[in-house]
């Protein structure tokens, strides 16, 4: 699917999130979401946790120490990804960070994140595959890179299926 019909799956998408979306603003420590369109050969995904399970703390860093905490747990979030979200290795996928930002903000700014009150780390990625990942299975491996985080609820919405997941402990997939 090519052209404006592409942007027909965003709604569909944001529509069988809507659970995933009252749960992440329950804001509970040790749960992340996980939104994933696949689309042919590329596609998106859009990550949130709490700030505390990716900088470990959610309000403005006080000390340079706690600012370079932020900055280098960002940095993880930016080019950690294909660690954490694992597709087939003969599919040539590659996962590039577009935004990550921590909070209500609504720009990309690593050095610059600000957390306050109950913030949450937003991140997107495009994906671009050599050969379509469809009938793959994708596996997760997020406390790999952030073992405070224990639970990705993952909504998977491609040209084939819709699926939705809670992987627990890293255990579990989601096939496009």
Request: glycine share 8%; with cysteine.
């Amino acid at each position: 699917m090519t052209g404006p019909a592409r942007f027909l799956l965003i709604p569909l998408l944001l529509a069988a999130a809507a659970p995933l979306h009252a749960q992440a603003k329950a804001h509970t420590h040790g749960l992340a979401a996980l939104d994933i369109v696949i689309e042919g050969r590329t596609g998106t995904l859009e990550f949130r946790a709490p700030a505390e399970d990716i900088i470990g703390f959610e309000r403005d860093p006080r000390t340079p120490t706690e600012r370079w905490q932020r900055d280098f747990a960002l940095l993880r979030l930016r080019t950690r990804m294909r660690e954490m979200v694992i597709f087939d290795p003969t599919l040539g996928c590659t996962l590039k960070a577009t935004e990550i930002h921590a909070g209500g903000d609504d720009h990309d700014h690593d050095a610059e994140a600000t957390t306050s009150g109950h913030a949450e780390i937003h991140g997107e990625f495009a994906l671009a595959c050599e050969k379509s990942p469809a009938g793959k299975d994708i596996r997760f491996a997020f406390s790999t890179v952030f073992p405070t985080i224990r639970t990705v609820q993952v909504q998977l919405l491609s040209d084939e299926r819709q699926d939705g997941r809670r992987i627990e402990g890293d255990r579990g997939t989601v096939r496009p």
